[in-house]
């Protein structure tokens, strides 16, 4: 019946995303960490990042916001994601991935963080696998009024 | 310096001094190994003596307990005059310490401290080379004097350096420290103390000094250790040069709300309000009309704290859950299992004026926003705890420019100690409330207006104008430039 197969699709779309999930948040925090300079490849052309409520939008001023801030070691300790529901992203599948945890930037005291992102998959123009970029980015200290 | 009293905090591992006399003044000397041996065979309790000295026979002794029953085992030990005399002293290192500190100049002198006046009257003898004596100083150090600048600890007979390690995270602002006048004997001894910032260190007339052939060996050799340093024994040292690395940049200041546009803050505080008046009414069954038929819901908390049951049990932290069938389970999906969720979770009340809202994405499909802020719980064993959340909202748009949430992600944690004052502070909108101040007369006024063209309640349009820091010329512009019309009705509830 169709309710029954559309369970184990719903079933099966659940188990991907978590997996999806844990492998961006390494390779994300780790580009972060690691490999700033190549952290915009993650992003969509047109992504936002809306980071402490200040908005960036666009490779070239996203490129330019995480080349101005300092070298950061990031600690992911909670994770969550969810399947976007297809009526909001018009068949796109999307995902929404929440990580918390606490960052250290380079002269500054180490803070927690909140952070959520929704990956979206493209085509690729290099290969047959679709690849997740990240449409959104919002980020933001625990304590950021303080 | 200042009679400064440093309280009496107990010093674990405080030193008791026993001494044991013999009876007879001109006696003989006893053995030290004969006393030792019958003393641990009379004493309950094991002891390792720190120090004896001579024919007096002095213990130091880490706590209470030992003390008392070294003394009494003492008791039960004869020789041919008859039982030993023992007394027991307490050893107040705070009271000595803090007549040496000179707040002003936030200085701890300890040169020569076992020729202090006070300590040598209660015949009590510091031997800073011991291990148990300098941690001790190390340990009121971090204690009672975290801010200390300048430390002397010259004319010790230091021959190691192993404790003052601890210097480094315990008192990190120490920046002199005079170590001459000891027993120093290789360079190597500096390596312990690698990690203080040190500006000001005085070296002289120990033996490492004395192993190296020339004055810029010695003082490379100690700039290896302490790269600031600018004064070594007195003299003034060259400036180190440094290279101009961009050491570190600035993050961008933190900023309140990001709406992006005036009509999505609109569409969203209004939404907002009538979510929330529902979520805090003890009753969330009426949010079914909040949700699209097939949304999801999730909650987390981070796993080292412990929140209310029904937080706990329902959280879903990916890093620490790997079963693909619980993972699957504390996904809620479909609107009613999200509300029956919903309902389970303890009443809350929350605070909207500590209300922040960022929107990730807007397209004519997806309105994407998080919201974070404070409540606390109205009931329960956790009543009046305040939590701090984290919620993500995925909306398409409904009937009547309403939202329809199709993905909510809701993250909770116990606030900090600077959330909890600053909680539930805001003046009340109405004078009715007698626990908060009231709005002064000219707000009330703007508030009203406000509320009435916006159509949004007090609570909610106090937040809007707070946000806005009281700028009446920004919410005329704000409530001028909408329609009003659009925004009624977010969503039949």
């Not at chain 1, 700033?36 to 980071?51: G, H, P, Q, S």
């Not at chain 1, 994601?81 to 002269?107: I, N, R, S, W, Y």
């Not at chain 2, 299992?337 to 979770?345: R, S, T």
Request: aromatic fraction near 10%.
């Amino acid at each position: 019946d169709s309710t029954g197969k559309g369970l184990l699709d719903f079933r099966s779309h659940v188990d991907a995303s978590c997996r999806y999930s844990e492998e961006f948040t390494n390779i994300y925090y780790d580009c972060m960490d690691k490999k700033r300079r190549t952290l915009t490849r993650l992003y969509l052309d047109k992504a936002t990042l809306v980071w402490n409520g200040n908005a960036v939008s666009g490779q070239a001023a996203l490129g330019e916001f995480f080349e101005s801030l300092p070298s950061s070691e990031f600690s992911v300790q909670t994770l969550d994601c969810q399947p976007v529901h297809e009526l909001a992203t018009q068949g796109q599948t999307t995902l929404l991935v929440v990580t918390a945890g606490q960052v250290k930037f380079d002269g500054h005291k180490q803070r927690y963080f909140n952070q959520n992102f929704l990956l979206t998959a493209q085509a690729s123009p290099t290969s047959d696998q679709p690849v997740w970029k990240i449409a959104s980015d919002c980020f933001r200290f625990q304590d950021w009024s303080s | 310096g200042d009679n400064i009293s440093l309280g009496s905090k107990l010093l674990p591992g405080m030193l008791f001094f026993l001494c044991l006399k013999p009876r007879i003044p001109y006696g003989k000397k006893y053995n030290k190994k004969w006393l030792l041996t019958a003393l641990q065979n009379k004493c309950s309790v094991p002891f390792k003596p720190v120090h004896t000295e001579g024919h007096k026979a002095q213990f130091y002794l880490e706590d209470a307990f030992t003390a008392h029953a070294l003394v009494r085992a003492s008791r039960q030990i004869t020789d041919s005059e008859g039982p030993l005399h023992a007394s027991k002293r307490d050893f107040k290192w705070i009271q000595c310490m803090a007549k040496r500190f000179d707040s002003s100049q936030r200085t701890l002198d300890l040169n020569q401290l076992r020729s202090d006046p006070d300590l040598v009257s209660q015949n009590v003898c510091p031997i800073l080379s011991r291990k148990i004596f300098m941690d001790a100083v190390v340990k009121i150090i971090e204690e009672n004097i975290p801010e200390l600048v300048h430390l002397n600890l010259s004319n010790n007979k230091l021959y190691q350096l192993d404790s003052l390690a601890d210097l480094i995270t315990s008192a990190p602002h120490l920046k002199a420290l005079n170590l001459s006048h000891n027993q120093l004997k290789t360079e190597k001894v500096l390596d312990r103390l690698k990690g203080l910032k040190l500006v000001d260190l005085w070296l002289e007339h120990n033996p490492l000094c004395d192993q190296f052939k020339d004055q810029p060996s010695y003082i490379s050799a100690v700039r290896e250790r302490f790269p600031q340093l600018v004064k070594l024994d007195g003299y003034d040292l060259p400036l180190p040069i440094v290279f101009d690395v961009v050491a570190t940049s600035t993050i961008p200041p933190c900023k309140g709300s990001y709406f992006g546009s005036e009509e999505i803050m609109f569409l969203i505080l209004h939404f907002l309000q009538q979510y929330f008046s529902v979520y805090d009414s003890g009753d969330r069954q009426p949010l079914l009309n909040a949700y699209h038929d097939g949304a999801t819901f999730s909650l987390s908390q981070p796993s080292s704290q412990s929140l209310s049951r029904e937080y706990h049990k329902d959280s879903r932290n990916l890093k620490h859950l790997k079963d693909p069938s619980t993972r699957f389970r504390l996904l809620k999906h479909t609107r009613l299992n999200v509300v029956a969720l919903l309902n389970k979770l303890p009443k809350t009340q929350h605070d909207i004026a500590s209300f922040n809202i960022d929107v990730n994405t807007h397209t004519s499909m997806l309105l994407s926003f998080t919201v974070s802020g404070v409540f606390k719980e109205v009931e329960g064993a956790f009543q009046d705890g305040v939590r701090a959340f984290s919620r993500v909202f995925i909306a398409v748009p409904a009937g009547n420019s309403g939202l329809c949430i199709v993905n909510d992600q809701l993250f909770v944690r116990i606030a900090t100690m600077e959330e909890i004052c600053s909680a539930f502070a805001t003046p009340a909108p109405t004078p009715s409330s007698s626990l908060v101040p009231a709005l002064s007369t000219p707000k009330q006024e703007m508030l009203s207006t406000f509320s009435l063209k916006s159509g949004m309640n007090l609570e909610w349009s106090q937040k809007c104008l707070q946000d806005n820091n009281w700028d009446f010329n920004i919410a005329a512009q704000i409530f001028t430039q909408l329609k009003v019309t659009n925004l009624e009705c977010i969503f039949r509830l």
